[in-house]
């Protein structure tokens, strides 16, 4: 029993870090619960707002491949993993540290803000 219990233990430690990290299906998945509870207008809303999203045409093109399901669904999903795009690529959004206790940082001024915000 005594085994058991370390056995278990050990498998918690070395694979009990990956669950603390959201990756790219995680966010998607949890768009894609959203996006069927929004209520219509509030789902027309949304996807106007995407369409502001200075890589919307890349949106469009990544959700036009998967064939045979909601193109505005897809691209919401994909929407949802742009935040951390910013963070992994080079699109031209500024490193502002890990922490921040600035004022203007709880400033939503839309896609015009070039920082990463990974705070």
Request: charged fraction near 20%; proline fraction near 3%; charge should be positive.
């Amino acid at each position: 029993m005594r085994l058991l219990r370390i056995g278990v233990m050990t498998c918690c430690f070395f694979w009990g870090t990956t669950v603390l990290a959201w990756d790219t299906l995680g966010h998607m998945t949890v768009a894609a619960v959203a996006y069927e509870k929004l209520t219509p207008s509030a789902r027309a809303r949304a996807n106007d707002l995407i369409k502001l999203n200075p890589n919307y045409n890349e949106l469009v093109a990544t959700a036009q491949k998967a064939k045979g399901v909601d193109q505005s669904k897809a691209i919401f999903m994909l929407a949802a993993t742009w935040p951390d795009m910013i963070k992994s690529k080079n699109r031209g959004y500024t490193f502002d540290g890990e922490h921040s206790t600035k004022p203007e940082t709880s400033q939503n001024i839309g896609y015009a803000d070039k920082l990463q915000h990974r705070y």
